[in-house]
């Protein structure tokens, strides 16, 4: 089991750039593939971002951020990055980050068994 606690979140204008950062412990981070959901009021929560576990050089992006956001990991730190850029009204949500055992980069939520409690990313006009 992986312990997640996720930071970086706040209010921003419409264009600017954020980067959210997910610090895990309790395990062996590199073992671990790392994903980000968001859920925005009212609505599902819905995957965005994973990158595959050891190195990290597979990821896969969500449609909507395709261009936008990244995702990447430093293992040394124990770490997995959100880096988002031109942030958009629709980006406004509780950003999520999760832990996966699988050896591919999932997307679905069923996939991830560890997951932090969030942090809010609220975007103006």
């Known amino acids: 089991q992986v312990q997640l606690v996720e930071s970086g979140g706040g209010l921003v204008q419409a264009g600017a750039s954020l980067r959210l950062s997910c610090v895990a412990s309790g395990s062996t981070f590199s073992t671990y593939g790392m994903g980000w959901f968001r859920q925005a009021p009212g609505k599902e929560r819905e995957f965005v971002a994973a990158?595959?576990?050891?190195?990290?050089?597979?990821?896969s992006l969500a449609d909507s951020v395709k261009g936008r956001f990244t995702i990447s990991r430093d293992n040394g730190k124990q770490t997995a990055y959100l880096h988002m850029t031109s942030l958009k009204l629709e980006d406004t949500a509780v950003y999520f980050c999760?832990?996966?055992?699988?050896?591919?980069?999932?997307?679905?939520?069923?996939?991830?068994?560890?997951w932090g409690r969030g942090t809010q990313v609220t975007v103006s006009s």
């Open positions: 990158v595959r576990r050891g190195g990290g050089g597979s990821t």
């Open positions: 999760a832990a996966t055992t699988e050896p591919t980069i999932p997307t679905i939520q069923s996939a991830y068994r560890d």
